[in-house]
């Protein structure tokens, strides 16, 4: 069974701070990361995505994969109220499996 | 560009009611999906399709749950007979391989079983 694991969290983060977000997967040979932030209520949508080795930056965010750890992040820097959302790792195996997401709380 | 639209978006039943999703995917995306998703658990794919060819539907429950996309366009989901587990969002998405097979969502269909 392929499988993606997260924290179920509450991470809680000051407004500002560095939230760091991980998730590790079980199938090598997966070639495709994706994070989605998904607000209560609502459906997920796509932040980023990542195939290759390394760290990719978009704004506040940073995604960061680790082939070989099976291990991908992310970093959400000067973390806002906003932020505030379930965040799901998603892994792109012969089909896209999602993790149960962590729940990231920004407080003033 | 409109996204993907789902109807309904909120759905009460009785266990052993029948109940159907409609989604249109987002123009020009060939490839749709139906995940549903309990509360507090990631989104889990029933079924995908590619135009109006099944791809993958071995987390589809058989017994109760059908899906079909005849013109390769619409879709929609039903479950006949449902159970009390059965509640869930259900989300459609659909993807397109000329923007690198992002998978874009709908809003969702809230369905309790009661």
């Known amino acids: 069974q392929k499988e993606v694991e997260q924290n179920s969290g509450p991470l809680s983060v000051p407004e500002g701070a560095i939230a760091s977000l991980n998730c590790t997967y079980s199938d090598r040979g997966s070639q495709s990361f994706f994070w989605y932030r998904q607000y209560s209520g609502k459906s997920p949508e796509l932040i980023m995505s990542i195939y290759s080795n390394g760290d990719k930056e978009d704004g506040r965010f940073t995604a960061q994969l680790n082939k070989a750890s099976q291990y991908v992040s992310l970093l959400i820097r000067d973390s806002q109220p906003s932020d505030s959302a379930t965040y799901l790792c998603a892994v792109d195996t012969d089909k896209l499996i999602f993790g149960t997401g962590t729940r990231l709380q920004v407080f003033p | 560009e409109a996204g993907v639209a789902q109807s309904p978006r909120y759905k009460i039943i009785e266990k052993r009611q029948s109940v159907a999703f409609w989604c249109n995917p987002i123009?020009?995306?060939?490839?749709l999906y139906w995940y549903q998703q309990i509360l507090g658990q990631g989104p889990k794919l029933l079924i995908q399709f590619q135009n109006n060819g099944v791809v993958d539907d071995s987390q589809l429950p058989k017994d109760r749950f059908s899906a079909e996309r005849l013109k390769g366009v619409d879709s929609t989901l039903k479950i006949q007979p449902a159970k009390l587990e059965d509640s869930a969002v259900y989300l459609c998405?659909?993807?397109?391989?000329?923007?690198?097979?992002?998978?874009?969502f709908g809003e969702g269909s809230w369905l309790t079983v009661v």
């Open positions: 123009s020009g995306h060939a490839t």
């Open positions: 998405a659909s993807s397109s391989m000329t923007d690198g097979n992002t998978i874009y």
